[in-house]
T-cell receptor, first 111, second 114 residues
Framework: KNEVEQSPQNLTAQEGEFITINCSYSVGISALHWLQQHPGGGIVSLFMLSSGKKKHGRLIATINIQEKHSSLHITASHPRDSAVYICAVKPPRGNNNDMRFGAGTRLTVKP | NAGVMQNPRHLVRRRGQEARLRCSPMKGHSHVYWYRQLPEEGLKFMVYLQKENIIDESGMPKERFSAEFPKEGPSILRIQQVVRGDSAAYFC????????????FGNGTRLTVT
């Protein structure tokens, strides 16, 4: 079993819909990252969080440390949001080379 | 301020040839990480380097793979005698510090071994 599990694996939505992507992890962590991988391949860091909630534009990330679960929400989704979203966790006292990555959720937003 | 630059974007090699992947970190970043991404799988850590030093190579196969980050110039991931199973996307990331600083990723190099 992977240490970081994401669901769903694939997600198709209509433009304007509210999107939720889930990440569950089985190890203790010091931080959780959400990354976005564009169709062209580049990876962008969206959020780094260790508790609570963060918001950036239409993106919201939440984390529940007790339940070892995080969600990434996209409000008013748009076709340009189509990408692979990757959850990654860093163990306590771990460094960037210790990060564990989920397999990603492929989101397609149709106009 | 240029981001992490990787080249080439696409690389095709025949079995048995050598592949050299280059990564120039963001300006001011002295920590470089290489990851491999296989189709339908998550990123897997390969090696972590600082200038002129390999800090952690626990994720890199012992045979055929090597990495360096010289005092001058980009970091190089070298794969000798490539096999079909080496076909993957290879990503480089950099950070200014270890520990809590976020990673900045490059666009990756897609290696295809024919």
């Amino acid at each position: 079993k992977n240490e970081v599990e994401q669901s769903p694996q694939n997600l198709t939505a209509q433009e304007g819909e509210f999107i939720t992507i889930n990440c569950s992890y089985s190890v203790g962590i010091s931080a959780l990252h959400w990354l976005q991988q564009h169709p062209g391949g580049g990876i962008v860091s969206l959020f780094m969080l260790s508790s609570g909630k963060k918001k950036h534009g239409r993106l919201i990330a939440t984390i529940n440390i007790q339940e070892k679960h995080s969600s990434l929400h996209i409000t008013a989704s748009h076709p340009r949001d189509s990408a692979v979203y990757i959850c990654a966790v860093k163990p306590p006292r771990g460094n960037n080379n210790d990060m564990r990555f989920g397999a990603g959720t492929r989101l397609t937003v149709k106009p | 301020n240029a981001g992490v630059m990787q080249n080439p974007r696409h690389l095709v090699r025949r079995r048995g040839q050598e592949a050299r992947l280059r990564c120039s970190p963001m300006k001011g970043h002295s920590h470089v990480y290489w990851y491999r991404q296989l189709p339908e799988e998550g990123l897997k850590f390969m090696v972590y380097l600082q200038k002129e030093n390999i800090i952690d190579e626990s994720g890199m196969p012992k045979e055929r793979f090597s990495a360096e980050f010289p005092k001058e110039g980009p970091s190089i991931l070298r794969i000798q005698q490539v096999v079909r199973g080496d076909s993957a996307a290879y990503f480089c990331a950099s950070s200014p510090l270890q520990g809590g600083s976020p990673l900045h990723f490059g666009n990756g190099t897609r290696l295809t071994v024919t």
